[in-house]
């Protein structure tokens, strides 16, 4: 379905419908993320392969990922986002089905690269979506989205857990979860966003500049691949870290995740009021900031309260960070945010893989604890190139003065 960019005034209850769609594309890809991570053992142990085979296993679903994320992309701009939507994650629903029932390394690595190739897909073109909306409500709506996605995640680990606990064979849960994933599709791409037919006046105006990897697009990248390293380290190698400094027990130390992880979906709920009231470079430049405390702090400390208190803090802190970027990604120009959004969060995804790994090699040579200011300097990084983020595109939103907001709320245009 296409409208006429100049006719596009979408509906109140249209905008809300559309909103809590959004909401559940994004849950519904945490919760078949989750339910894949929490199977990796037993489906290791199912296909009988060591941990460095499933490492490079982990590769091809990365290396399907990334090639999902840049074919999604100008596929977005062209046929619309919620077209990409749609099949992305019905393909990931899919997808889910196929580790469950591999019976060897190549079974294994074809299901990997295909549910990995889908999860990029429906990455850029549900970020991309989530974009429209938010120029549509012109307020800060983007970091909420990624807090439902954490939600998604929680809510099927803990249903695989429980699965898991039963004895049921990853092929019967990841088969349930497949039939959830395709109906929830279904129903919660209904109100998307309908598609906005740009690409031809997009051409006609900005030539050969249209689809360039800009300078800016570039820097975004960069900014993400930097934040995203640091989240990726977190998620690897919190509770290692604790571990080996304070020798505690693994129930204890999985605590420091539990903490980052926590403070993260928590501060996904509230970044957008605080980017509405302070804007997005703020978000992002104390948001690193904070990290970089809470990451020095996990470094010097010798106190489990203290050191779980420094990754709580590190959470909260990148909560906000990477919803900015991918909202200035998709509000570079008319007819290219889907291209964009695919290289940002191409170039933020290989930093998300990039930072366990180069933890990995560098505790060759020194302390765990002590590789952990290579985070710190990243989110130091982060914080003195906060302007990137900033917003200048005629389409972008603007911060709203009070006054400003309850003149639109009486006017009826505040969408809540």
Known sequence: MSVNPTDRAVPTSALVRARAGIFGIFGINGFLLAMWVVHIPSIEHRVGISHSTLGSLLLLLAVGAIAGMQLSGPLADRYGSRRMVVLAGSGLAFATLGPGFAT????LGAALVVFGFANGALDVSMNSQAVEAEQLYRRPIMAAFHGMFSVGGVLGSVIGFGTLALDL??????????????????LCSRPLLPHV??????????????????????????????????????????????????????AVAALSFGAFSAMMTVGRFTADRISAAVGPVAVVRYGALLSSIGMLTVVVSGW????????????????????QIFTTAGNLGSGSA?????????????????????????????????????PFACVLVAAGCAGVVRRDSPTAYRPHSRSSRSAQTQQGCWYS
């Open 304 to 323: 489990l309260p203290l050191t779980l208190l420094g990754w709580a803090l590190f959470g909260a802190g990148l909560s906000g960070c990477i919803p």
């Open 104 to 107: 060897n390394t190549w079974q």
């Open 169 to 186: 064979p990853p092929y019967v849960t990841l088969s349930i979860a497949s039939a959830i994933g395709l109906l929830a599709v279904w």
């Open 338 to 374: 889907g291209t964009n959004m695919s290289r940002v969060v191409g170039m933020g995804y290989i930093g998300f893989l990039a930072g366990p790994a180069t933890i990995g090699w560098v505790t060759k040579l020194v302390p765990l604890t002590t590789a952990m200011l290579i």
């Open 197 to 250: 037919d740009v690409h031809a006046e997009t051409a006609s105006t900005t030539g050969k500049t249209h689809g360039r990897f800009s300078a800016r697009v570039l820097a975004l990248g960069t900014l993400a691949f930097v934040l995203m390293l640091a989240e990726g380290v977190a998620n690897d190698w919190s509770a290692l870290q604790v571990k080996e400094d304070l020798g505690v027990s693994n």
